[in-house]
């Protein structure tokens, strides 16, 4: 079975919310993402979305964006992300499912046949694709099915229900649930509507679905555990390693601490 149906399976027997931290490949370097994936399991990420940097980001905000920027300065290669993911996914013991998160365009660039499969043979258990259209989404979908590879698509609060439709059936895995409409980055408040865009979704699939863009504080992952099956938390996590800027035992250290403090409310 692949990784991300047994773990929410896992999950939904002990009625928890899974929580996924995004992380920048080669942020600043792929030697420190080599050091953190580790680290952050331990602090107790159940998976993680794993973002291929791109120099032209479609719906990243600011903080995702300089981190891709870091990644690109040290002139990062797609063949060290897999490389590094292979090694972390082969660590004895490894239990958190990797998911990589990569525009369409550079998945068509290589293939999608191609990334699929380096994908797989690197560990990664699906693929969070952002930008493609769900009209294009099928063949994609079919690919990824014939070879238990997860796609998971993002529905936003402007998807129309028709089109929801499509999204969660092209989707495998879980959901990604786009709390706001914009980009990504840390917000004060989520939407009160996102609650019924949940429940609607609840009617549509019985996929897990997992909501992030905005999430930043333990408080909002409480509020989320009700009506999520996952938290994603990107700009926020990612800030810290800005933060700490060339004090890279630092940046471990908070984006560790502050990876079990947004856990914690889940139990
Ligand atoms: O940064 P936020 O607001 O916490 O949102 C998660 C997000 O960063 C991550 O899932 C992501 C990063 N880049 C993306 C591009 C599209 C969709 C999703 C993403």
Request: charged share 25%.
């Given at each position: 079975m692949n990784p991300i149906d047994s773990l929410f399976q896992r999950l939904r027997a002990q009625k928890r919310a899974a929580f996924m931290p995004f992380l920048t490949a080669g942020d600043p370097d792929i030697a420190f993402t080599r050091e953190l994936l580790p680290a952050v399991a331990d602090a107790g990420a159940d998976l993680m979305e794993i973002g291929f940097p791109f120099s032209d980001p479609i719906a990243d905000g600011p903080v995702i964006q300089a981190s891709y920027t870091r990644a690109l300065n040290h002139k990062l290669k797609?063949?060290?992300?897999?490389?590094?993911?292979?090694?972390?996914a082969a660590r004895p013991n490894w239990s958190a499912p990797l998911v990589s998160m990569a525009s369409y365009s550079l998945m068509f660039k290589m293939g999608p046949t191609a990334f699929i499969e380096a994908a797989q043979k690197s560990g990664v258990s699906g693929?969070?694709?952002?930008?493609?259209?769900?009209?294009?989404?099928e063949e994609l979908s079919k690919l990824a099915r014939d070879r238990d590879f997860k796609l998971i698509l993002l529905v936003t609060p402007t998807t129309s229900p028709e089109r929801a439709a499509k999204v969660v059936q092209a989707c495998s895995g879980f959901v990604y649930v786009v709390s706001v409409v914009g980009i990504t980055g840390a917000r004060e408040a989520l939407p009160s509507a996102l609650r019924e865009q949940l429940a609607r979704l609840r009617t549509m699939t019985d996929l897990p679905l997992c909501v992030g863009f905005g999430v930043s504080r333990p408080e909002q992952v409480r509020d989320l555990k009700e009506i999520a099956d996952g938290v994603i938390v990107g700009s926020a996590v990612v800030k810290k390693l800005e933060a700490a800027g060339a004090d890279r035992a630092k940046g471990l250290e908070d984006v560790k601490r502050f990876v079990a403090e947004l856990r914690a409310p889940l139990g």
């Open positions: 797609i063949a060290d992300v897999f490389a590094a993911l292979r090694d972390t693929a969070v694709v952002p930008d493609v259209p769900v009209e294009e989404a």
